[in-house]
């Protein structure tokens, strides 16, 4: 197994052990919720990884996401409201990935060549990007159940601005992010806030501890993901 995905399984443990041991469980909510959102970055902005690679580690750090949101989410008994903008958010996600395909849903078409493709069938007829305009839907649905939104509002907020930021991304282009250099953002974003929230946590040291092991996950996620410059360029075209 690759080296940074061994770190993966021990920045999870840690940031498990240090919630547990510090009694908050907000520190292991905020350091495993928003992975994801750095692998896709990584994922499109460079080449170097296998696509395959890429998908599995999208869907466990996907499925790492969803299973800590549930748990901070359905403990508050969500209101009724909630339940139906959160299950249809994530219905239109599942529905725009299933017409689109596995491989093109994961960047098939900029990271493996796949021939541009203009699907006409809904949900694309009415949105051209319904994967993440589901989720944005799901995550601010979670904010009409007050009891989450008291306790766990930043971590929604997060959620839709890192889905903006996809959106934005795609739109873009590979070419448009190479240039300003968005995984370095994404990743200091991410270390940064880290590091905020174990200054503000005073959780001794099993909360640095646990910070210390996300900073190197990090660290080997971008080597992994950038690889050496010549494999992976991005792809070609304009930046507008």
């Known amino acids: 197994m690759k080296p940074y995905r061994w770190m993966a399984a021990a920045t999870v443990a840690a940031a498990l052990a240090a919630a547990g041991m510090t009694g908050r469980p907000a520190w292991a909510v905020y350091m495993l919720g928003l992975w994801h959102y750095a692998v896709y970055v990584l994922a499109f902005t460079h080449r170097a990884v296998p696509h395959r690679r890429f998908m599995q580690d999208a869907l466990a750090a996907k499925t790492l996401a969803m299973l800590v949101f549930v748990w901070t989410w359905l403990p508050a008994g969500p209101h009724p409201l909630s339940v139906i903008t959160v299950a249809a958010g994530f219905a239109l996600n599942a529905w725009g990935a299933t017409v689109l395909g596995?491989?093109?849903?994961?960047?098939?078409?900029?990271?493996?060549?796949?021939?541009?493709?203009?699907?006409?069938?809904?949900?694309?007829?009415?949105?051209?990007?319904?994967?993440?305009?589901?989720?944005?839907?799901?995550?601010a649905g979670s904010l009409l159940e007050p009891a989450f939104r008291s306790a766990w509002w930043p971590l929604a907020v997060l959620h839709i601005a890192m889905n903006l930021l996809l959106l934005a991304m795609e739109r873009a282009g590979p070419a448009c992010l190479a240039r300003i250099r968005s995984d370095i953002a994404v990743l200091a974003g991410l270390a940064l806030g880290g590091t905020a929230l174990a200054a503000g946590s005073d959780g001794g040291w099993p909360v640095w501890v646990s910070l210390a092991m996300a900073l190197s996950f990090a660290g080997l996620l971008y080597r992994e993901y950038r690889g050496v410059e010549e494999t992976s360029k991005p792809a070609e075209g304009e930046c507008a």
């Open 102 to 139: 596995t491989k093109r849903t994961h960047y098939g078409h900029e990271r493996l060549g796949l021939p541009f493709s203009r699907i006409e069938r809904a949900p694309f007829s009415f949105t051209a990007h319904p994967m993440l305009h589901g989720n944005v839907i799901a995550f």
